[in-house]
């Protein structure tokens, strides 16, 4: 009764070095999401797949690219990372859209010095 | 302008206090409204989920919407120390895959 994992749950990374962070769902959801998280910000979108092939730009998109493996796993690349970047990210996935319940990870905490 | 505001807080009442939390958005196009509940380094989880207008009742929790006004509110009643944690509302319109979410307001129960 796994829901939806992330890897990993912590990172410290320095300015320029790049990184994958990892999702995957065994729900069956046709979409899924990368949010970041940050004090006083709530969570913000930064790209969602709505189904299996199709991936699209969310409110905050600059810096990340992501890639949409199969239907279980979505994953968020940070080419090279900027200490504006630091936030605790999570990934989320729903049967169909975010007018339905949206099932959320643990998290990444994500230091960039 | 945010799109959602909300007060983030904090909020400490006694057990057995009644808890408001409330949010206002500028979106009318909004119908899908929802509370979600987060544990200190947890994931956020669905609480309550409220389309367009009304208010539903779920054990303590009750949810409030007036689309007139673009006010939404959650009441937590006969509160539990296990109640402390984020409230993040959430909400979207139809075909929109952004969910617009709140600050989030942190709640302690003290015991």
């Known amino acids: 009764n796994a829901g939806v994992t992330q890897t990993p749950k912590f990172q410290v990374l320095k300015t320029g070095q790049s990184m994958t962070l990892q999702c995957a769902q065994d729900?069956?959801?046709?979409?899924m999401y990368w949010y970041r998280q940050d004090p006083g910000m709530g969570l913000r979108l930064i790209y969602y797949?709505?189904?299996?092939?199709?991936?699209d730009k969310g409110e905050v998109p600059n810096g990340y690219n992501v890639s949409r493996l199969n239907k279980r796993e979505f994953s968020l690349r940070l080419e090279s990372a900027a200490p504006s970047q630091t936030s605790v990210y999570f990934c989320?996935?729903?049967?169909?859209?975010?007018?339905?319940?949206?099932?959320f990870g643990s998290g990444t905490q994500l230091s960039v010095l | 302008q945010k799109e959602v505001e909300q007060d983030p807080g904090p909020l400490s009442v006694p057990e057995g206090a009644i808890v408001s939390l409330n949010c206002t958005y500028s979106n009318s196009a909004f119908q899908y409204f929802m509370w979600y509940r987060q544990y200190s380094r947890k994931g956020p989880e669905l609480l309550m989920y409220?389309?367009?207008?009304g208010n539903k009742e779920d054990g303590r929790f009750t949810a409030q919407v007036d689309k007139s006004s673009k006010y939404i509110s959650l009441f937590i009643r006969d509160s539990q120390p296990s109640d402390s944690a984020t409230y993040l509302c959430a909400m979207t319109s139809t075909n929109d895959y952004k969910l617009s979410f709140g600050a989030g307001t942190t709640v302690t129960v003290r015991a």
């Open positions: 409220t389309y367009s207008s």
């Open positions: 729900m069956n959801h046709n979409s």
């Open positions: 989320a996935s729903s049967e169909a859209g975010p007018n339905e319940k949206l099932f």
């Open positions: 797949s709505a189904s299996e092939g199709t991936t």
